[in-house]
């Protein structure tokens, strides 16, 4: 079977500085991979390369399927999961109308979105707006969005961060939800010990380039 992701001599150039130098990477169908690096390292850039958010200066790949250096790479995202370290939601919004809009522009109905929230422990807390909810239930939204989605490829960055005890179990049923199926995961994080104990295998970025 296809990887899921494959990445050749990629280098991302943002203004007047190269943050990724020839990445080659290869990840598998049911991979994690944890991903390591100092702050500056290029970490998120990495991740947000592969969620298509930002096109290659130079190199090649793929990413589910879609060519990463075409035309039409953004069509990619309907089967990308992308949990960035700050949370992407309307602060105006409530966090079950935040779920249910994001879910509705991938097809997914109130229902589905609904039972997502009460599967990370928001059912309770759903009509507060999210400018009025803690991080870490706003870390719980989003992960809910991803249940409901069922990307093929999850990237999560930092997602133990201002997680309690109980919700870090979510990043693990996140992810073995879908490798289960054949997708992959890539885990970011400052806490090596436990991304380890997780992924198959880690590698780390060091100015830009995979060791």
């Known amino acids: 079977m296809d990887p899921v992701v494959v990445l050749e001599g990629i280098g991302v150039r943002i203004g007047g500085d190269t943050i990724l130098r ?4 290869e990840l598998a169908r049911g991979e994690t991979l944890g991903l390591f690096g100092a702050n500056g390292a290029g970490k998120t ?7 298509t958010l930002l096109a290659p200066s130079h190199g090649g790949g793929t990413v589910v399927g879609v060519d990463i250096a075409g035309n039409d790479y953004t069509s990619a995202r309907p089967s990308i999961g992308y949990v960035g370290h700050t949370p992407g939601l309307y602060g105006e919004l409530t966090l079950r109308e935040n779920i249910r809009f994001s879910a509705s522009i991938a097809g997914i109905g109130e229902a589905e979105a609904d039972a997502a929230l009460g599967a990370v422990g928001l059912a309770g807390a759903a009509d507060r707006r999210v400018e009025a909810t803690s991080h870490g239930m706003q870390r719980r939204a989003e992960f809910a969005l991803q249940l409901a989605r069922k990307p093929r490829l999850l990237l999560l960055d930092e997602p133990h961060s201002a997680l309690d005890a109980a919700a870090v179990d979510l990043v693990e049923s996140l992810v073995e939800r879908t490798t289960a199926v ?24 060091k100015s830009g380039t995979l060791v």
């Open 22 to 25: 020839d990445v080659e990477l």
């Open 45 to 51: 850039t990495l991740l947000r390369l592969m969620a």
């Open 182 to 205: 054949g997708g992959a995961a890539v885990l970011v994080s400052h806490d090596r010990e436990r991304v380890a104990a997780a992924a198959d295998r880690t590698v780390e970025l």
